[in-house]
Nanobody
Framework: VQLQASGGGLVQAGGSLSLSCAVS????????VAWFRQAPGKAREFVAA????????LHADSVKGRFAISRDNAKNTVYLQMNSLKPEDTAVYYC??????????????????????WGQGTLVTVSS
């Protein structure tokens, strides 16, 4: 199983970026995928998750209304559209594949231990 995250970069506050995560090696549509982020000196934190079918999502309060997770099962890819970016959004963003088959999205998906495969991370830097 491999996850390849891309799309990070440098953007000014108020700007937008779109991240992608290409997944291979597992029946993609049967597993939820999440985005996490980790800022320097801080713990990895949950950003958003989406169910295998794409009909259920969960976003962290800190990004609700600004970020949107989506997926295209035909392309085995999950996206994170990030709008109205703030300097505090600066972090390395990781995508992660759920360890549970056909999980229903609940608050449990916010835990890092619910995922058994991780992408390499992509850096997002938001300047003020």
């Amino acid at each position: 199983v491999q996850l390849q995250a891309s799309g990070g970069g440098l953007v000014q506050a108020g700007g937008s970026l779109s991240l992608s995560c290409a997944v291979s090696g597992r029946t993609f549509s049967s597993y939820a995928v999440a985005w996490f982020r980790q800022a320097p000196g801080k713990a990895r934190e949950f950003v958003a998750a989406i169910s295998g079918s794409g009909d259920s999502t969960l976003h962290a309060d800190s990004v609700k209304g600004r970020f949107a997770i989506s997926r295209d099962n035909a392309k085995n890819t999950v996206y994170l559209q990030m709008n109205s970016l703030k300097p505090e959004d600066t972090a390395v963003y990781y995508c992660a594949l759920d360890r549970a088959f056909l999980r229903f999205i609940t608050a449990q998906v916010m835990g890092v231990y619910e995922y058994d495969y991780w992408g390499q991370g992509t850096l997002v830097t938001v300047s003020s």
